[in-house]
T-cell receptor, first 110, second 114 residues
Framework: QKEVEQDPGPLSVPEGAIVSLNCTYS??????FMWYRQYSRKGPELLMY????GNKEDGRFTAQVDKSSKYISLFIRDSQPSDSATYLC??????????FGTGTRLLVSP | NAGVTQTPKFRILKIGQSMTLQCAQD?????MYWYRQDPGMGLKLIYY???????DKGEVPNGYNVSRSTTEDFPLRLELAAPSQTSVYFC?????????????FGDGTRLSIL
């Protein structure tokens, strides 16, 4: 079993849709949870981060962590074509040695 | 402000050749990392460094070597290139190990070994 599981997609949605991206994990020691966005032929850039359980909102993006279920989510409201990218979840036990999911490719059509 | 700079952007090697992937950061970050990203496999940590002169293995270190003689530079060395090392390599850095300091990534080196 992989330490972090993420559906690779692709996930295709029309512009304006609400997007839900998810990861599950098996290591209960993970405390820090991050979402990175990666455009084609570019390095990952940090979108959201949370510590422990709960929700965090930043503009159109909301990150949720449910440690009891070992499940994290990223919601994108009013999705735009510029949101088309690969979204990687990442997590760590607190020492910045990140474990990444495989990434979900998102396509937002105009 | 250049951030994290990786060179070269692309390279084709023959089996058995050696090369060094360069990584430089101008943010005076202490921590630096090397990852490889294979299709459908996410990023896997190869080596990391917490400061000049200090390096440690990550999840997939076999076939690679690193050194950290300065704060700015963290080169990754492939001694005997093998087809299994065909991948996209990313270097990242971060100032301190705290939650509100994200890892800054370079744009990667695409390496093909034939």
């Amino acid at each position: 079993q992989k330490e972090v599981e993420q559906d690779p997609g692709p996930l295709s949605v029309p512009e304006g849709a609400i997007v839900s991206l998810n990861c599950t994990y098996s290591n209960s020691a993970f405390q820090y949870f991050m979402w990175y966005r990666q455009y084609s032929r570019k390095g990952p850039e940090l979108l959201m981060y949370t510590y422990s359980s709960g929700n965090k909102e930043d503009g159109r993006f909301t990150a949720q962590v449910d440690k009891s279920s070992k499940y994290i989510s990223l919601f994108i409201r009013d999705s735009q074509p510029s949101d088309s990218a690969t979204y990687l979840c990442a997590m760590s036990g607190g020492f910045q040695k990140l474990v990444f999911g495989t990434g979900t490719r998102l396509l937002v059509s105009p | 402000n250049a951030g994290v700079t990786q060179t070269p952007k692309f390279r084709i090697l023959k089996i058995g050749q050696s090369m060094t992937l360069q990584c430089a950061q101008d943010m005076n970050h202490n921590y630096m990392y090397w990852y490889r990203q294979d299709p459908g496999m996410g990023l896997k940590l190869i080596y990391y460094s917490v400061g000049a002169g200090i390096t440690d293995k990550g999840e997939v270190p076999n076939g690679y070597n690193v050194s950290r003689s300065t704060t700015e530079d963290f080169p990754l060395r492939l001694e005997l290139a093998a087809p299994s090392q065909t991948s996209v390599y990313f270097c990242a850095s971060v100032d301190r190990v705290v939650l509100n300091q994200p890892q800054h990534f370079g744009d990667g080196t695409r390496l093909s070994i034939l």
